[in-house]
């Protein structure tokens, strides 16, 4: 494998009645800004049992955070926090509320514009606020990473940005909390955590090594138990397979000794930029067509992926054969828990794509090095 550091200093707290963790954790800070989506905390119990901890502490409340999170909601934030000398912030949610409080958290210790500083000009931060999390929703894995991710609507971009000031002091992880998620959103992040395995593993170096093993080991968690939890939302051993997969997919550990890739991440950031599309929707249609315009080069890892991943007999099969199988069944797979495979079920217009690639952040990796054409390519492909 590649020479690689890692480090994650998010201490986790995984398992039922953890939030009961959440008093001791902040018992440092005072002023606390609450961050939440659209109110399902309210109505499935999350807020009680958060708000039962804040006792006695000065909470100030930023809802209505959406998926795929905006800028806007990011400057409310930044608002708050600057006013009120917040000292902490506690994102209750998914990845999305976690990833506009990260960007709350760094954008709160400048005067400069967020968005323009960070996201754009790429400067790094000196300072950000704490944050911790109670995450609800399997997916994202924001609860422990050091990255964010924002949409632009004026500017139709959507950028992540990473720095080790924003990885979360610590991650209450309770798959009890994921049982009232809407199934669509179930379906999303478990293409989403899919996905980001395969960022990894679709990279040199393509012999067989450790971490391979393991994305491989989370992928089959995933097929596995996505299927139990559609068949049953309470099977809470269902629950907790995704929910620490979506973590350790995320968390560094799949792309040590890694070059890595993520360019189906940037093929699906432009889709949301222009139509707000659920990111899980969206890669887990253009992914696979990304995979499908590079497998020619990399058969030994495709095969492999066949066979470990999806069972796929190569008996009497040619590597091209057996590779463009594997990626098949992923789509398949994608299919049958009743994710989108194509653009046009997205309602993406095709008269759009030119324009999409054209504004598509691409870069050179081990396994792609895309032009514009190549990215109207595998649109037109997808749709």
């Not at 109110?39 to 930023?62: C, P």
Request: contains cysteine; negative net charge; proline residues 4%.
């Amino acid at each position: 494998m590649n020479n690689f550091t890692f480090l994650n200093p998010v201490r986790v707290h995984f398992g039922k009645g953890q939030v009961e963790k959440l008093a001791e954790e902040l018992k440092d800070y005072n002023k606390i800004l609450l961050t939440y989506g659209g109110g399902s905390i309210k109505k499935n119990g999350v807020y009680d049992d958060v708000m039962k901890a804040l006792d006695g502490k000065e909470v100030f409340e930023l809802s209505g955070i959406t998926p795929n999170p905006k800028t806007d909601k990011v400057y409310e934030g930044i608002k708050i926090c600057k006013e009120n000398n917040i000292d902490f912030i506690l994102a209750v949610g998914g990845g999305s509320t976690l990833d506009c409080s990260k960007a709350i958290a760094m954008g709160s210790k400048t005067d400069e514009d967020f968005w323009d500083y960070f996201f754009e000009q790429k400067n790094k931060p000196e300072s950000a606020l704490p944050l911790g999390t109670v995450i609800t929703m399997a997916g994202t894995g924001s609860e422990m990473d050091d990255s964010c991710v924002i949409s632009n609507v004026e500017r139709k971009k959507k950028y992540g940005y990473g720095n080790k000031l924003l990885y979360p002091v610590f991650s209450i992880i309770d798959p009890e909390y994921t049982y009232s998620l809407p199934q669509y959103q179930l379906i999303s992040g478990s293409c989403d955590m899919f996905s980001h395995i395969m960022e990894e593993y679709f990279s040199e170096p393509d012999y067989k090594n450790t971490t391979d093993n393991i994305s491989e080991a989370l992928m089959k968690t995933v097929i596995e138990n996505i299927r139990i939890a559609l068949k049953n939302p309470k099977d809470y051993q269902a629950r907790s397979n995704l929910m620490w997969t979506s973590t350790l997919a995320i968390n560094g550990l799949t792309a040590c000794g890694k070059a890595s890739d993520w360019l189906s991440h940037s093929l699906e950031h432009t889709l949301s930029a222009y139509f707000d599309v659920a990111h899980g929707m969206g890669l887990a249609v253009v992914h696979p067509n990304y995979l499908k315009f590079v497998y020619k080069n990399h058969l030994e890892k495709f095969k492999r992926f066949a066979v470990n991943v999806w069972n796929i007999d190569p008996e009497g099969k040619s590597d091209e054969e057996l590779s463009l199988a594997g990626i098949e069944a992923l789509q398949d797979f994608f299919k049958e828990i009743g994710a989108p495979t194509t653009l046009r079920e997205l309602n993406i217009p095709q008269e759009k794509i030119r324009e999409m690639a054209e504004h598509t952040r691409v870069y050179p990796t081990t396994y792609s090095n895309l032009s514009v054409d190549d990215i109207e390519t595998i649109y037109n492909n997808a749709y």
